[in-house]
């Protein structure tokens, strides 16, 4: 038993270090918190989730739900990203529902919008807030669009995203930021400034 506590507690120790680190070169490199602008428009995919899933898009919060980072906590978002990303094979919309752009819990198969709401789901049931999952909007080093999951923590803006088996801090990532859900709205979204785009990450915007 002894032994046991000893190595849940060097376990709890080096997830912490390991946090710690990450925030630190995230700080080094710019800000571990997303800077937003205000209102911008909702993805049409998203608009159209909503109107099938309206009790989703509808949570409302007065303050922003900033989750406190345990080692629990960590855990179970690297568990979450890792078994979503493996139990969901990639297809585009075209291939699973015949059409360009359509956002759904996927089945066996599904894109990045439709891992993110599934990785956003499991996440609600094991308790998180709502207002700190967050379905956010990219754009790729080759200008493709993407999606991944913003997990807001008090040790800064964590991504779980379907192509990057690790859960990073956004400013660890190579995306350009253009938009995520409102903290305070679940059924509106909010302009993301990142700064980033015009200094390490500039080539992403030519």
Known sequence: MYNETLRKLALAGTILGLMAGQAGAS?????????????????????EFCQAHADECSARSQVKARVRLTPELWNQLVAVNASVNLSVIPATDEDVYGRPEFWAYPGRKGDCEDVVLLKRRDLIEKGWPVGAL?????????????????????RGDLVLDSLQPRVLVWSDTDYQYVKRQSEFNSGQWTAIDDARATTSVGSLTR
């Open 134 to 154: 967050l379905v956010t909007v990219v754009r790729q080093r080759n200008g493709e669009g993407h999606a991944v999951l913003t997990v807001a923590t008090d």
């Open 27 to 47: 700080e080094a490199m710019g800000a571990a918190f997303m800077a937003t602008t205000g209102r911008t428009s909702q993805p049409i995919g998203h608009y």
